[in-house]
């Protein structure tokens, strides 16, 4: 049986995933999330960390303090990056336990993990860092007890909406798989609505996913009724996304429009 590691330090943390580095790894991830100059992910830096190798380092780090996790988040290294995010998910799941949802002190270290997250969400500067974290934090934050209304939460969400930096406002939508999981397609149809005519093709993707993703997990009676509305002047891809799993003859009615 081997020895089973555990990391108390973001230092230590930094120097193992250093080890794991792969440089040919790395230069494949650099041209996959677009660093190049004038690409949305430029000047990122990449160790060459596969996404199953970091969670496992988080697996050994996940008991980490805030001001651990921070040192994480301010890595000029994206899977270091990553594996602070996915060190506050592991914390914010733990918090959500069945037993522990209406738990005041568990509710108390949610909010404060969605208020570090949302104070260092420009650190997610890519989408699969969003993707990763947003909806199991802020998604299922929405769902949950707190100490804020429910109409503080939604104007938390409404601020990243309106941010003007890309990956707050793709946390804006992606964030709402979370309360798609629980069947509630409130927040989904909010906030594709306010992206609709949004400008870079990472948020047409998002949208597009999401509503997929409302129709699979809610009703694709609600998608049909957003997309008589919507639908004609929807980008390209977005409805694409969107229709992915309707008939080929539904699709093709849809895409004519």
Not at 136 to 146: A, D, Q, T
């Amino acid at each position: 049986m081997g020895i089973k590691i555990s990391f108390n330090t973001a230092e230590q943390v930094m120097a193992h995933m250093q080890s794991l580095g792969d440089e040919q790894q790395a230069q494949h991830l650099m041209r996959f999330f677009k660093t190049g100059k004038g690409d949305y992910g430029e000047g990122d830096r990449f160790l060459g960390i596969k996404v199953p190798d970091t969670r496992r380092v988080v697996a050994q780090c996940k008991h980490l303090p805030l001001s651990e996790v921070e040192q994480l988040l301010s890595s000029s290294w994206h899977e270091e990056r990553l594996c602070g995010l996915l060190v506050l998910v592991a914390q914010f799941e733990a918090l959500s336990a069945k037993r522990l949802i209406a738990d005041s002190k568990a509710m108390s270290r949610r909010d404060e993990i969605v208020d570090f997250y949302l104070s260092h969400a420009r650190c997610a500067n890519n989408w699969d860092l969003v993707d990763l974290s947003v909806y199991k934090i802020l998604g299922e934050w929405l769902m949950l007890p707190s100490r804020l209304a429910d109409e503080e939460k939604l104007s938390v969400i409404d601020k990243l909406a309106a941010s003007d930096n890309l990956w707050e406002q793709r946390m804006s939508m992606v964030c709402t798989m979370g309360p798609l999981r629980h069947g509630e397609p409130k927040f989904t149809l909010r906030y594709a609505e306010c992206h609709l005519h949004h400008p870079h093709d990472l948020m047409h993707k998002a949208v597009g996913w999401m509503l997929r993703e409302m129709g699979k997990r809610v009703s694709m009676d609600v998608l049909r009724d957003f997309l008589q509305h919507y639908a004609h002047e929807m980008p390209r891809t977005a409805l694409r996304y969107a229709i992915e799993l309707m008939s080929a003859e539904e699709r093709k009615q849809w895409m004519m429009r």
